[in-house]
């Protein structure tokens, strides 16, 4: 889809920009605190391990008032990895001694220390020119610099900053699980794809199952690879797709606002206002409904927030699943935390039910499995032929949802395919009317999940 007003949307794009890219005084004071802790870490390291700035202050693809950056330890490739990781955080440890630091660990450990009103990620890995020499899994970040800051020239990385902040305002910027959203690697390898924001966004208007090569064609083959509703080859590692934690609804979202800027450019897509609703305005759209909302709530169990929404979304669907299989009708579902506590919203438009229910039995053709439907169904109510097949009709066990219909499912939750981690925490959950959320802390999240709309 071609843009309906190119000359409007540059206008756009320009005017974005303005709000988005850091001041170059902005600029300035982050490398400054950048070079600040990078002094203090090569004050420590032996001569053979560098420290080198990396993530996208090194690129050159930094929102405005960021404050974090990236510094890798890069060490020679002979070290143990283990030796490597160790010594890396040690050397971090003393570089930063009096300073608050923690330590973090994704696929591989790393240290976060605090500065004034920056944080910055120290992260140890090996010094590679080529990913045949990688050892560890951050090994690729040192390459992605160099390609961005390569491919890409300052026009591009504008494209790159409005791509970023155009995501972000419909919630899909970010690789962590919460998000399951686009990674600022990816925006930068989409933008050096397709050349620009506005050829990027004309291309993905019209994307459909997408899977682009290092070089940016459409490949089929990449899609007997790697199975995710967006595939995006790293430049620099052929073997990694880079878009692999992308969701389908995130990738959606993507394409559908595309369209819609083309159609439209405007900054709002930038810069929407999301407005929360009063309580009030809350409670009456819920009742309003007409279904039935309840909510369990919980303790958050003590996992990294990359595990723990993963998780809480797999124990949600897990309810849904069992709940459906008791005929009851979930509307809708959602999920929350703080990363203190955990909340769960249904929404039913199907739960109360008769007293009885039907099972369909099969086909008479079958003695054998008719025999055994019969004598499963010994105390059923009937048991009667429809058409072909034998059916029972029997007493129902659930036949409302209730609060304590939760309680009861999460005390015993063997089979339901609930992570381990939430099956404990869900024992002890609380189980309510959903009105009784209807307070400061979840009124951001409820006005979400009953005002969602595309404004
Ligand atoms: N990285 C990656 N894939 C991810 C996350 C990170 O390859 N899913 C690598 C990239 O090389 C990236 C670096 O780790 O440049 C730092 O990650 P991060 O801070 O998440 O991204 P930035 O590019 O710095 O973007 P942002 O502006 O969001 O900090
Ligand atoms: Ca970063």
Not at 56 to 68: F, Y
Not at 225 to 243: C, E, Q, T, Y
Not at 427 to 455: G, T
Request: hydrophobic share 40%; glycine share 6%; aromatic share 10%.
């Amino acid at each position: 889809m071609k843009c309906a007003d190119e000359k409007k949307a540059l206008a756009v794009f320009e005017k974005a920009l303005a709000k988005i890219k850091p001041s170059p005084k902005e600029t300035e004071r982050n490398f400054e605190a950048a070079n600040h802790l990078i002094k203090k870490l090569e004050a420590v390291v032996p001569e053979n391990v560098e420290v080198a700035l990396a993530g996208s202050l090194a690129k050159g693809t930094d929102l405005r008032g960021k404050n974090e950056f990236d510094i890798f330890l890069l060490f020679p490739r002979h070290y143990p990895h283990h030796e490597m990781t160790m010594l890396g955080l040690y050397y971090a440890r003393k570089a930063f001694h009096g300073m608050k630091i923690e330590s973090r660990y994704a696929e591989h450990p790393y240290l976060q220390v605090f500065h004034g009103d920056y944080h910055a990620d120290i992260v140890p890995a090996y010094k590679i020119g080529n990913i045949g020499e990688k050892g560890s899994s951050v090994d690729r970040s040192q390459l992605h610099t160099a390609f961005v800051n390569a491919k890409l020239d300052s026009e591009g990385k504008s494209d790159v900053r409005l791509l970023k902040q155009f995501m972000k305002n419909f919630g899909i910027y970010g690789a962590e699980t919460r998000v399951e959203g686009f990674s600022g690697y990816l925006c930068e390898i989409l933008i050096a794809h397709y050349g620009s924001l506005l050829g990027l966004m004309e291309a993905a208007s019209s994307w459909h199952e997408p899977a682009l090569d290092a070089e940016g064609k459409q490949d089929v083959k990449l899609k007997a690879k790697f199975s995710s509703p967006l595939i995006a080859i790293d430049p620099v590692d052929p073997g990694r797709n880079v878009a692999a934690v992308v969701a389908n609804t995130s990738l959606s979202r993507f394409i559908f606002e595309c369209r819609r800027f083309l159609a439209n450019p405007s900054e709002k897509f930038f810069f929407s206002e999301k407005r929360k609703r009063s309580l009030a305005e809350i409670r009456k759209a819920m009742r309003g409904r007409g279904t039935a909302c309840f909510a369990v709530r919980f303790a958050a169990p003590e996992v990294v927030q990359d595990v723990l929404w993963p998780q809480l979304k797999k124990a949600a669907q897990a309810l849904k699943r069992k709940l459906q299989e008791l005929d009851f009708s979930v509307f809708g579902l959602y999920h929350w935390s703080d990363g203190k506590e955990c909340v769960i919203l249904f929404e039913f438009d199907r739960w109360e039910l008769p007293a009885v229910r039907k099972a369909v039995g099969p086909s008479i053709r079958f003695a054998k499995d008719v025999d055994a439907f019969v004598k499963r169904h010994s105390d059923a109510l009937n048991l009667h032929i429809e058409h072909d097949r034998i059916v029972a009709v029997e007493k129902r066990e659930e036949t409302m949802v209730r609060e304590n219909t939760f309680v009861a499912l999460c005390r015993s939750p063997k089979g339901l395919g609930i992570p381990k981690n939430m099956e404990i925490v869900m024992k002890d959950l609380e189980a309510m009317a959903a009105e009784k959320l209807l307070s400061e802390k979840y009124r951001e999240m409820l006005s979400d999940y009953f005002f969602a709309k595309i404004a």
